[in-house]
């Protein structure tokens, strides 16, 4: 399974970003999908994770703000980041469950300024 994040970029805070992951195989075939970030000098932490039967959680953080998405025609999950703050800035990954395993894409980096 391969993962390509994309979508990062300098935006200034209150602006939006919207992200995609673009997988390799048919993302039916994904149990969960999510998004991580990490920002410098922090651990990865989960941003938001959607299953395959429709539900999502996110992070209390970004709760309100970023929306997650499957595009099962496209093989694409998105995440649409609106008020994004200074805090936001990380570089944002997608990872997937696949037949019991985890595989994740490099990241796409998201910067915010004040």
Request: aromatic letters at 8%; a positive charge; one cysteine or more.
């Amino acid at each position: 399974v391969q993962l390509q994040a994309s979508g990062g970029g300098l935006v200034q805070a209150g602006e939006s970003l919207r992200l995609s992951c673009a997988a390799s195989v048919s993302i039916f075939s994904f149990a969960v999908m999510g998004w991580y970030r990490q920002a410098p000098g922090k651990e990865r932490e989960s941003v938001a994770q959607t299953s395959s039967v429709g539900l999502s959680n996110y992070a209390a953080s970004v709760k309100g703000r970023f929306t997650i998405s499957r595009d099962n025609a496209g093989n694409t999950m998105h995440l649409q980041m609106n008020s994004l703050q200074p805090e936001d800035t990380a570089v944002y990954s997608c990872a997937v469950l696949y037949r019991g395993n985890w595989y994740r894409g490099q990241g796409t980096l998201v910067t915010v300024s004040s």
